[in-house]
Nanobody, 126 residues
Framework: QVQLVESGGGLVQPGGSLRLSCAASGSRFSINAMGWYRQAPGKQRELVAAITTDGRTNYADSVKGRFTISRDNAKNTMYLQMNSLKPEDTAVYYC????????????????????WGQGTQVTVSS
């Protein structure tokens, strides 16, 4: 079992920055690939960014160049640095662990794992 706790959400003006953290506890062997997902009102949950155990990253096109995902395996913690935030980034952001990557030439896709955090609200508004 893995428990995930997110922190760092809040209200920020357009163009601002936030840093989300996700602390994982429990079985290290179950953590595998991790990712950040988000869900805006009336929309489906979508992948924002993912990172494998060896640090390979994957981003949604809408956040490339603005968001950076990272992880500290020694601390079992994952981060999402969000810069140049836009109103359309407003959503509840969820941390996920236990993901399974499928590799192909040039990158990978990831199936979300069974472990989710409680979510943290990010609101971008003036």
């Amino acid at each position: 079992q893995v428990q995930l706790v997110e922190s760092g959400g809040g209200l920020v003006q357009p163009g601002g920055s936030l840093r989300l953290s996700c602390a994982a506890s429990g079985s290290r062997f179950s953590i595998n690939a991790m990712g950040w997902y988000r869900q805006a009102p009336g929309k489906q949950r979508e992948l924002v960014a993912a990172i494998t155990t060896d640090g390979r990253t994957n981003y949604a096109d809408s956040v490339k160049g603005r968001f950076t995902i990272s992880r500290d395996n020694a601390k079992n913690t994952m981060y999402l640095q969000m810069n140049s935030l836009k109103p359309e980034d407003t959503a509840v952001y969820y941390c996920n662990a236990g993901g399974v990557p499928t590799y192909y030439s040039g990158g990978y896709t990831v199936r979300p794992g069974d472990y989710w955090g409680q979510g943290t609200q990010v609101t971008v508004s003036s």
